[in-house]
């Protein structure tokens, strides 16, 4: 399997306009989480999805924030209007149903907002 | 609620020195207890886990014994390499609502010295 994987690697965005991170989960995971890691706020969990349903989105900053899984092998990570504060970088994760096994994350999308 | 606890960094030793690296814990029940590493410019990787009481998880010299007794997790490896330089991240998994809830510790950040 490929892993976790996500796109673009790198973002580079002016502020107001529309991002959007994808990610490509590993075959036969049923959870998938979108992150958020900053020096200031380290590794933040913005939403989690479970069997492709949305179970738990509070840590979302703000309406700003919208994700989706439309299916099982694919999520998006969407902000509209971007700010500069977005700044960060975004890593999805996958892990099957227990969790037992532990996480695989993605290589993450650095993004920055100008 | 669930939390972890991990030393604060960065921790600096020399090539070959001993490493430990504290964590602990408090959870309602049963937790899978892991560590993360994270290198330069990458996604967080799965290095070792436990999922229950008295078990060690080992991978690549490194080794953690899960601690009920004393709610630890701690990492250790006996003879550190330059390689080794990176964040190191404790965690814990819980089911909890019919879902699994994943709590991650704030990062260590390891550096060797040649």
């Known amino acids: 399997d490929a892993g976790v994987i996500q796109s673009p690697r790198h973002e580079v965005t002016e502020m107001g306009q529309e991002v959007t991170l994808r990610c490509k989960p590993i075959?036969?995971?049923?959870?998938l989480f979108w992150y958020r890691q900053t020096m200031m706020r380290g590794l933040e969990l913005l939403i989690y999805f479970n069997n492709n349903v949305p179970i738990d989105d509070s840590g979302m900053p703000e309406d700003r924030f919208s994700a989706k899984m439309p299916n099982a092998s694919f999520s998006t990570l969407k902000i509209q209007p971007s700010e500069p504060r977005d700044s960060a970088v975004y890593f999805c994760?996958?892990?099957?149903?227990?969790?037992?096994?532990?996480?695989?994350f993605g290589s993450g999308t650095r993004l920055t907002v100008v | 609620g669930n939390s972890v606890t991990q030393m604060e960094g960065p921790v600096t030793l020399s090539e070959e020195a001993f490493l430990t690296i504290n964590c602990t814990y408090t959870a309602t029940g049963y937790p899978s207890l892991f560590w993360y590493v994270q290198y330069p410019g990458e996604g967080l990787q799965l290095l070792l886990k436990a999922t229950k009481a008295d078990d060690k998880g080992s991978n690549k010299g490194f080794e953690a014994t899960y601690r009920k007794e004393t709610t630890s997790f701690h990492l250790e490896k006996g003879s550190v390499q330059v390689s080794d330089s990176a964040v190191y991240f404790c965690?814990?998994?819980?089911?909890?609502?019919?879902?699994?809830?994943?709590?991650f510790g704030t990062g260590t950040k390891l550096q060797v010295i040649p």
């Open positions: 965690a814990l998994s819980e089911h909890s609502g019919g879902y699994q809830k994943v709590t």
């Open positions: 075959s036969g995971h049923d959870y």
């Open positions: 994760a996958s892990s099957l149903r227990q969790g037992q096994g532990g996480y695989t």
